[in-house]
């Protein structure tokens, strides 16, 4: 069966930099969520999207954004990187309308920034 | 506010014991969903078991059991006889029914010693 899929699965950016997280919800998945887990932490939630439309959001910092596109793909973008930005990234997707809390979880993007 | 806590941060075993990681909720809602998910050291998150709050029977799958009480606001989880590739973090985790956000506990580290 398809996965979540997320790109690139290792990034390293330096300070200051940019980064683009994308994933890859399984198909017909119309709801992304993406938490983040720094080293040693349990995973903390950012944002979510349902049918393009941001519908929950979390501890995301405004250097932060992201969207999901109209293939229920998803990006999220980082910009002014710090070094506390370096996390495992997970994206997650679940179908609307199935029981509450059936998220699939991607294998995660490790961003390192130095 | 959704609170999961795990108090063991960290689980030293030998192998063929039986080992049983806590998790003690908070929240408000009546309706809510409890995860248990596994995290190895290749870092993605596994999916063990997904409990709503209206289902109080406990549950069993091969060496992996789960005793979920309302009363007491606990969902644990035992390993029997353990083995050396359960080493890993386990998480709990609770999502409510108005959110689907996973909010997770600190996560207990398990190891399985030879």
């Known amino acids: 069966a398809a996965g979540v899929i997320q790109s690139p699965r290792h990034l390293i950016k330096e300070k200051r930099e940019t980064a683009t997280l994308k994933c890859y919800p399984i198909p017909r998945h119309d709801t992304v969520y993406w938490y983040q887990q720094g080293p040693g932490q349990d995973p903390q939630f950012l944002i979510s999207?349902?049918?393009?439309?941001?519908?929950d959001k979390g501890s995301i910092p405004d250097r932060f954004s992201a969207q999901q596109f109209s293939d229920y793909h998803s990006e999220l973008n980082m910009s002014s990187l710090e070094l506390g930005d370096s996390a495992l990234y997970f994206c997650a997707s679940s179908l609307s309308g199935t029981p509450l809390g059936e998220q699939y979880f991607g294998p995660g993007t490790r961003l390192t920034v130095t | 506010a959704q609170k999961v806590t795990q108090a063991q941060t960290e689980i030293s075993v030998v192998e063929k014991e039986d080992v049983t990681l806590d998790c003690v909720y908070e929240?408000?809602?009546?309706?809510?969903?409890l995860f248990w998910y596994k995290q190895p050291p290749s870092g993605e998150l596994v999916f063990l078991i997904r409990?709503?709050?209206?289902?109080?029977q406990n549950e069993i799958s091969g060496r992996y059991s789960w005793n979920f009480q309302k009363s007491t606001s606990s969902f644990n989880f035992t390993i029997t006889a353990s083995q050396v590739v359960d080493s890993a973090v386990y998480f709990c985790?609770?999502?409510?029914?108005?959110?689907?956000?996973?909010?997770f506990g600190k996560g207990t580290k398990l190891t399985v010693n030879p």
């Open positions: 985790a609770l999502s409510e029914a108005w959110s689907e956000k996973l909010v």
């Open positions: 929240t408000r809602d009546t309706t809510y969903y």
């Open positions: 409990r709503n709050s209206f289902d109080e």
């Open positions: 999207f349902y049918e393009k439309m941001q519908s």
